[in-house]
Structures are given as C-alpha cells and as structure tokens.
C-alpha cells in the first residue's frame, strides 16, 4: 500500500462523520483505495480509531454464483431487537432484513484454508436482523466501489432478534417474510437474497477474516444480506422484521 492509499488518511474523516451524525462532501482526491486489500484495511482502521472490537460481519453478492464481499461489524453498532436508535445518528438511514447465523467453534488464522464441509458444518444457530443502512458520504450511492468497501459497505447499525438452534432444512433461498415500517408493507414482491443461498457466504468470511490474521469466534454476529431490498426511511417509526421460523425483530428509529 503507498502512502497515498493509507487507511488513516481518510478513516478519521470517516469516524469523526459516525460520530457527528454528519455526511463527508468533499473526498481528497487521495482517499480513495487502491485495492481490495486497503479497503478492508480501512475497515480495520476505523474500528481501531473508533475503540471498538469486532462484533461480527456483513457478508453478501450480487448473484448466486457471483464474488463475495464483506465488511466488519463494530461490536458498539450491535443493538438487541425492541432497541430504540437515533435518526440523528444514521442520517438518511435504509433498512434492510435480514438472516445472521453464529458459528459453534473459533476458527483461528491458519496456512491451510478452511474447507466448505469445516465452517458449513459449524453452523451452530440463526436468527433474524435488521440492518441500518448509513453511508458517511452525501454522493452516496454515486462514490468510488472501493471507497464504500473501506466504509464498512455503508453500515450503520445491526439489530439481531432472538437466535434460534440451526435447521439445515430452512428455506433459506425464499423464505416467508413480511417487513413493515410505520405500519406499511415495504417488501417490494417475493422476498429473496441476490446472493442465493446465504450459507455460501460463510467459507468466505471465515477464510476471508482469519487470512488476515484474526480469529472468527463463536460470538460473533453473521449477517448474509437483505431479502427485502433497501428501504429508504423518510422519518422515525417502528420497523418489524418476520421470517417464518424465526423470531420476529424490531427496531424504533426516533
């Protein structure tokens, strides 16, 4: 990485926006990643710079067959369903449903990649989650591929429900679901994730995370992606997220 496209020059900008509640309108012309590898570095920085730990991951594709990307979860952005989050801290805040899984072992950095059967197998429980879509820049969705990658693909906040004992057979593909927000439908049709089948995801993220020298624990929060598309909130208001065979989650943007 030169120096240029080191993290810190823009992973600060970042920060200092989640922390204000505010958007960046100007990106220096330098900030912008070069690669993949310093857009997950930036990620890294800004949960370093925010004081935070790892609380899990967002992990999802554009298509069932297509490449896998992700961002880290901060553990300080992870609210129990019924929580109540502030619309002056998530400007412009989209919504999205849902499916996050926990794994039954650590799986640790290691020269050997782990195996599909290895991390399919570890599967350990499941449950459904709101996220609170939020990115730091005003141009957003119109800003560099790479630089939302660094920005933790726009995350904002991750709302989990109750999880649930693991059920290998759940139709994970299309599920029943319904989504409301204010008491308004806002599923547009057959609720579906563009990545497939989300258990795919998840050789990836573990490969993905502990190449990089960190360790994928049992605790961690797995979240594979919306079937419900992106929900632009215009206000505050109540959202309620069900999946059929899980329990439902809710959040309160006030």
Same mark, same amino acid.
């Given at each position: 990485?030169?120096?240029? +496209?080191?993290p810190?020059n823009i992973?600060?900008l &970042?920060?200092d926006?989640?922390?204000?509640?505010?958007?960046i309108?100007?990106i220096?012309?330098d900030?912008?990643p070069v690669?993949?590898?310093?857009?997950?570095?930036l990620?890294?920085e800004?949960?370093?710079?925010?004081?935070?730990?790892?609380?899990?991951?967002k992990?999802?594709?554009? +298509?069932?067959?297509?490449?896998? *990307?992700?961002a880290l979860l901060?553990?300080?952005?992870?609210?129990?369903?019924?929580s109540q989050?502030?619309?002056?801290?998530?400007?412009?805040?989209?919504?999205?449903?849902?499916?996050?899984?926990r794994?039954?072992?650590?799986?640790?950095?290691?020269?050997?990649?782990y195996?599909d059967?290895?991390?399919?197998? +570890?599967?350990?429980s499941?449950?459904?989650?709101i996220?609170?879509v939020? +990115?730091?820049?005003?141009?957003?969705?119109k800003?560099?591929?790479?630089?939302?990658?660094?920005?933790?693909?726009n995350?904002?906040?991750?709302?989990?429900?109750?999880?649930?004992?693991?059920?290998?057979?759940f139709?994970?593909?299309? /599920?029943?679901l319904t989504?409301?927000?204010?008491d308004?439908? &806002?599923?547009?049709g057959?609720?579906? *994730?563009?990545?497939?089948?989300p258990?795919?995801?998840?050789p990836w993220?573990? *490969?993905?995370?502990t190449?990089n020298?960190?360790?994928?624990?049992?605790?961690?929060?797995?979240?594979?992606?919306?079937?419900?598309?992106?929900?632009?909130t215009?206000?505050?208001?109540?959202?309620?997220g069900?999946?059929r065979?899980l /329990?439902?989650?809710?959040?309160e943007?006030?």
């Amino acid at each position: 990485m030169n120096p240029s +496209s080191h993290p810190a020059n823009i992973a600060q900008l &970042i920060v200092d926006a989640m922390h204000r509640g505010q958007k960046i309108t100007e990106i220096p012309a330098d900030s912008v990643p070069v690669d993949a590898a310093s857009a997950y570095a930036l990620q890294r920085e800004i949960l370093r710079l925010r004081e935070t730990s790892v609380g899990g991951w967002k992990v999802g594709s554009k +298509s069932p067959t297509g490449p896998i *990307n992700g961002a880290l979860l901060p553990d300080d952005g992870i609210f129990a369903s019924g929580s109540q989050v502030e619309c002056v801290d998530y400007p412009s805040p989209i919504l999205e449903l849902e499916i996050a899984f926990r794994l039954s072992r650590a799986f640790t950095p290691r020269e050997q990649p782990y195996s599909d059967d290895e991390v399919l197998g +570890s599967i350990a429980s499941m449950g459904a989650t709101i996220e609170v879509v939020s +990115s730091r820049f005003a141009a957003w969705p119109k800003i560099e591929p790479l630089l939302a990658l660094g920005d933790l693909l726009n995350h904002g906040a991750l709302i989990i429900g109750e999880f649930v004992d693991y059920d290998p057979h759940f139709p994970f593909v299309e /599920p029943a679901l319904t989504f409301t927000f204010a008491d308004e439908d &806002i599923v547009p049709g057959d609720g579906a *994730n563009p990545a497939g089948d989300p258990r795919r995801l998840l050789p990836w993220l573990v *490969n993905h995370h502990t190449q990089n020298g960190l360790t994928v624990t049992p605790e961690m929060v797995i979240t594979t992606g919306s079937y419900t598309g992106m929900y632009k909130t215009s206000g505050p208001g109540l959202a309620v997220g069900e999946i059929r065979g899980l /329990p439902p989650v809710v959040v309160e943007l006030i």
